[in-house]
């Protein structure tokens, strides 16, 4: 995959788009994402995989400069491709369900940026949270908005973390990453996947970090041995948006195989209760 294009590119993006990562960047507060925590950690509701994937045909993301298709599209894309290239059972599962947590839409609201209309806390690039918002991101010129920005404690390189404390132990902006990777975590789940999964899915979003090479005052030694994973998933997030069309029903009995044999695909997916 020659990684030498034009993705991502947003010089000349529509409005929504800006819009989308300006609301971000004002609402995705310290108290904003503690409070999304709170709110979905509450599962109460279960659902095959493949059903959570179909409600996604009914999601598209506005953030995404690249692909103006629904997300269930983009989710057999990416694994179609990984499958392709004959990576491992386990990261094509990643490369189908690394965006399912968007599913959050269904019972999400506009007020919230978790809904079809309006959806900063949804998707688009993350940032941590609780520390200066680096100028090495998308939209640097809406940093000044947030509204944690005057906060002495939460304004300078490490904020309120200690130098090399990991990506694990800080807070990054609430999206589906961070929803997904906090459903498949939880004791109901009882997942398989490896830890390199988890790490992938719950920072593939952190473009500052894995593109643009920001946050290394937090970077620990798993950061470090974790990086190469999340580098090889980023060509493959990517670089399979295109305009060739995947039937789901001709990939449909490959997954369902796969899921019989393989018990990180029998997680029962929950949602928040309202």
Known sequence: MDCKDKKRNYDHVADAIRESYKLARINQTYQFVNSMHEKYSNIDRCETIWNILEKLDSFTDISDPDCSFPNMLHALQTAEMMRKDDLPDWLQLVGLIHDMGKVMYVKGDDETGTGLEKQWAIVGDTFIIGCKIPDKIVFPEFNQLSKDSDKPTMNT?????????????????????????????????????????????????????????????????????????LKLFNKYDLYSKNDIKIDPEQCKQYYIISMSTNKALFLEIHNHET
């Open 157 to 229: 390189e490490l904020g309120i973390y200690k130098e090399n404390c990991g990506l694990d132990n800080v807070i990054c902006s609430w999206g589906h990453d961070e929803y997904l990777y906090r459903l498949l975590i939880h004791e109901k789940n009882q997942n398989t996947l490896p830890d390199e999964a988890l790490y992938i899915i719950r920072f593939h979003s952190l473009y500052s970090y894995h593109t643009y090479g920001e946050y290394q005052q937090f970077v620990s030694q798993r950061d470090k041995d974790m990086f190469k994973w």
